[in-house]
């Protein structure tokens, strides 16, 4: 088998039963009725932290292949991004239909009123555009350009949901600051990347497909 | 293919209705009795009803104060608790609680009072008949739950001690050990934690002293040996493993208002109509329900609880 090949069938469906683990252990502990006492409680919060936990893998696929040189790494930025957008979309339609009976005054008012739900909510609208132009019809519709450019909007969704969980966090803020500082790296090594890039390429000599 | 049909079904074959309505404490019971014959133990409080080895509570009397709503289970009620000083996850006391060492067990009683001093709870238990009262339990997290308590009226326990005219509140406190309480070993919140009354709330005769829920003396992780429960104020108020009580002139300053005073006060009265500053108190979830309920003004108890506060500005002393 070719690399791609080994990429395509072995690593990759590895890959996505892992990631599908989290979907799985709720599905299991709710036949089983063992989702504790406060089972809407259970399914948001692990649908949540899993989005976040997605996001962060996300965030970390970019720096990690120039650290590793490994650019086969690529090939997961998107599914590991649509498995973030798809725990978000389990951890909103917790909220929305469990949590809030689909009344979208509650929704509405939680999302005007209260900072915390303002973040989360805007974190996870800003996926969905991400989730639509995922395929590969809409970067060659976008060009790479704009479709990196678009896709950068991630940074704000991973902000955003560690701010989401910070503000929603009664007491202990260490778990969400710890998100806080791996997202804050994540996009700093970002950073560092793009300016010490800008100093060693000379300007006229351009890239054409700059990296998210 | 032929599709025979099937034989109706006997009436002997059917599952009583109570019995299937209570399925999953079967299969509960029937995971812990396997659980403990695994490890030849069974834990405290994890039993699916009533925990075997705790100690029954008798001659119970029925209050007129009870709700005749549909009680939460006693695993509802003992394995999700807010109790920090076993932990912050809501499991966290049913699983850490055991350390703490309910008998002996004594209450120092000081302040504006002709009757200060210390009070084993062996005696105090010989003052009062206990009541079995069926409370709505609400928490400012917005989630409430139905419990059979078992305890007497505050208002016997606070007038044996003779308080003053000075005592215009009353200040208690939890146990402050860090061996018995491992959760104090961090700043999560300043130590010991406090809670207090106006003389006329504790007065009131809905509040209560707990002792015991489901006719057993109360466990561990809901505040053993003894608790306060304020039924129309959000569940913070019930101060549990109570070692102090003082009479005070000056409103005392209570442990969440102390850490976070935007956004929990002194009276801490159930109020759909003041909002948490990050999450609505309109509505809540009652445990075991599918579908948000409205939370109602005092948590139901209006009729009785409401003139207390005549004149007063419940937006402002929230």
Avoid at chain 2, 121 to 133: A, G, S, V, Y
Wanted: charged fraction near 20%.
């Amino acid at each position: 088998m070719t690399e791609t090949q080994i990429v395509r069938r072995v690593i990759k469906p590895i890959v996505f039963l892992a990631a599908l683990q989290p979907a799985g252990w709720l599905v299991y502990n709710a036949f089983w009725g063992d989702l504790g006492v406060n089972p809407v409680e259970t399914i948001t919060n692990h649908t949540g932290i899993w989005c976040l936990r997605f996001l962060v893998l996300t965030l970390l696929i970019t720096p990690l292949r120039w650290v590793s040189g490994l650019n086969a790494l690529a090939r997961f930025r998107r599914p590991i991004g649509l498995f973030a957008f798809f725990y978000g979309t389990l951890h909103f339609m917790t909220y929305f239909v469990l949590d809030h009976s689909l009344v979208f005054d509650g929704v509405w008012e939680d999302v005007v009123k209260r900072p915390y739900i303002t973040a989360g909510f805007t974190a996870f609208v800003l996926m969905i555009p991400l989730a639509v132009t995922s395929t590969t019809g809409w970067i060659r519709r976008l060009g790479g350009r704009n479709w990196n450019l678009l896709h950068r909007l991630v940074y704000v969704s991973a902000l955003g949901g560690a701010l989401h969980y910070f503000w929603k966090v009664k007491l202990d803020t260490t778990n969400p600051i710890y998100y806080f500082a791996i997202v804050g790296l994540l996009l700093a090594a970002r950073v560092w990347k793009a300016a010490t890039k800008k100093r060693a390429v000379a300007p006229a000599a351009a890239r054409v497909a700059p990296q998210a | 293919m032929l599709i025979k049909p099937t034989p109706d079904l006997r009436e002997s074959e059917v599952t009583p209705r109570e019995l299937y309505l209570r399925r999953r404490e079967f299969i509960g019971a029937a995971g812990a009795a396997a659980a403990a014959l695994a490890t030849g133990a069974m834990a405290p409080g994890e039993a699916a009803a009533q925990n075997p080895s705790a100690q029954k509570l008798a001659n119970l009397k029925k209050s007129s104060f009870s709700t005749t709503e549909t009680m939460n289970s006693y695993r509802d009620v003992t394995t999700y608790n807010n109790f920090y000083e076993f932990g912050l996850d809501k499991g966290d006391p049913a699983r850490h609680a055991h350390s703490l060492k309910p008998r002996p067990w004594s209450i120092k009683v000081e302040g504006e009072c002709a009757k200060p001093g210390t009070y084993n709870l062996e005696d105090i238990l010989k003052w009062f008949p206990l009541e079995e009262r069926i409370y709505r339990m609400r928490c400012v997290e917005a989630w409430s739950m139905v419990i059979p308590w078992n305890g007497f009226p505050l208002a016997d326990f606070v007038k044996r001690f003779e308080p003053t005219s000075k005592a215009k509140y009353i200040e208690m406190r939890t146990l402050l050990d860090l061996r018995q309480m491992p959760g104090q070993t961090e700043p999560a919140l300043v130590w010991p934690y406090r809670e207090g009354l106006r003389m006329d709330e504790a007065l009131h005769p809905l509040a209560m002293l707990a002792v015991g829920l489901y006719g057993e003396v109360l466990p561990n992780q809901n505040g053993a040996p003894i608790r306060l429960v304020v039924p129309w104020k959000y569940g913070f108020k019930g101060i549990k493993s109570i070692v102090s009580v003082k009479f005070v002139e000056k409103e005392p300053l209570n442990t969440w208002q102390q850490t976070r005073a935007d956004e929990y006060g002194f009276y801490a009265n159930v109020n759909p109509d003041v909002d948490h500053p990050r999450w609505t108190q309109k509505t809540e979830r009652r445990i075991g329900e599918f579908f948000r309920r409205k939370t109602l003004p005092f948590n139901g108890y209006g009729d009785q609880v409401a003139s207390l506060y005549a004149g007063m500005d419940l937006r402002k002393h929230y």
